[in-house]
T-cell receptor, first 116, second 114 residues
Framework: GAVVSQHPSRVICKSGTSVKIECRSL??????MFWYRQFPKQSLMLMAT?????????EQGVEKDKFLINHASLTLSTLTVTSAHPEDSSFYIC????????????FGPGTRLTVL | KNQVEQSPQSLIILEGKNCTLQ??????????LRWYKQDTGRGPVSLTI???SENTKSNGRYTATLDADTKQSSLHITASQLSDSASYIC?????????????WGLGTSLAVNP
């Protein structure tokens, strides 16, 4: 199956700093990538949809200036959490979607962000 | 309102036993239904995707069923193994509005004990 990687897998930062998370599709090209956030014992919550070469589409309630998304190539999307605060601590998961068939999404292993 | 409800919320079984997880949905219009396995601290991994016309689909020891009339799905795990301990999430794709909408269930947390 298609493989999606994320880096880093875990990051701890001080409040007020910015953190960048990378998402890569390793063996396929993904024109569309998604960023999710998951709090303990809750479902994945879609934050934004990232299309290669265009601006991301953010879900209601997600601050686009705080969560900067760049999808510069067909295999790479990045999420930058700017001026992170403790409430941003969460599990961030990206996924990449195949264009064909059932539009199946393949998920990365996630990034655990802890803001002190 | 589009919703996906799963039961039970959690389940404990002994290694080697079978179990069945349930998913009811009210999503319309329906595109497809997916079952994912999510290990703690990891991203979800797809087990099956089923369209409207499919009643059953297997992936190894996992068998999913779909009844589009009653809007119910089940995931049956046969001969459970310790590595099956995870959260199993039912997700329904809707065609309403933009076609990327996935409606997520809260998952069933399965613990397989030796």
């Amino acid at each position: 199956g298609a493989v999606v990687s994320q880096h880093p897998s875990r990051v701890i930062c001080k409040s007020g700093t910015s953190v960048k998370i990378e998402c890569r599709s390793l063996d396929f090209q993904a024109t569309t990538m998604f960023w999710y956030r998951q709090f303990p014992k809750q479902s994945l919550m879609l934050m934004a949809t990232s299309n290669e070469g265009s601006k991301a589409t953010y879900e209601q309630g997600v601050e686009k200036d705080k969560f900067l998304i760049n999808h510069a190539s067909l295999t790479l999307s990045t999420l930058t959490v700017t001026s992170a605060h403790p409430e941003d601590s969460s599990f961030y998961i990206c996924s990449a979607r195949l264009r064909e068939g059932l539009y199946e999404q393949f998920f990365g292993p996630g990034t655990r962000l802890t803001v002190l | 309102k589009n919703q996906v409800e799963q039961s039970p919320q959690s389940l404990i079984i002994l290694e080697g036993k079978n179990c069945t997880l349930q998913c009811n949905y009210t999503v319309s219009p329906f595109s497809n239904l997916r079952w994912y396995k999510q290990d703690t601290g990891r991203g979800p991994v797809s087990l099956t995707i089923m369209t409207f016309s499919e009643n059953t689909k297997s992936n190894g020891r996992y068998t999913a069923t779909l009844d589009a009339d009653t809007k119910q799905s089940s995931l049956h795990i046969t001969a459970s193994q310790l590595s099956d301990s995870a959260s199993y999430i039912c997700v329904v794709r809707s065609l309403a509005g933009n076609n990327r909408k996935l409606i997520w269930g809260l998952g069933t947390s399965l613990a397989v004990n030796p």
